[in-house]
């Protein structure tokens, strides 16, 4: 069975910086394609970054210049790289990934989810 687990969430002052990972399990041949969203208290989930199957990235506007997303396809691992953090930037991160398996199709799969806390 695939599965993403997510790691590297946490507590941080403003201006820190915190890594991400997103590590794919299961019988998988590759990640695809890969982003991370991330959903504040009352608010819609929104889309972070993204970043396709040759490796382009795309970034909401809000995290450009500050975050990098970035992919590992020998490790089917997705990282985000997040620098100069501030509290609004204070929500729950979800990993989200197109992963082509070994047998069968390929599927889109949503991690569990890692908290991000940006606060003095």
């Known amino acids: 069975q695939v599965q993403l687990v997510e790691s590297g969430g946490g507590l941080v002052p403003p201006g820190g910086s915190l890594r991400l990972s997103c590590a794919a399990s299961g019988s998988i041949f590759r990640i695809y394609a890969g982003g991370w969203y991330r959903q504040a208290p009352g608010k819609q989930r929104e889309l972070v970054a993204a970043i396709n199957d040759d490796g382009t990235p795309n970034y909401n506007d809000s995290v450009k210049g500050r975050f990098t997303i970035s992919k590992d396809n020998a490790k089917n691992t997705v990282y985000l790289q997040m620098n100069s953090l501030k509290p609004e930037d204070t929500a729950v991160y979800y990993c989200?990934?197109?992963?082509?398996?070994?047998?069968?199709?390929?599927?889109?799969?949503w991690g569990q989810g890692t908290q991000v806390t940006v606060s003095s």
């Open positions: 989200n990934a197109d992963i082509i398996p070994r047998f069968g199709v390929t599927r889109n799969y």
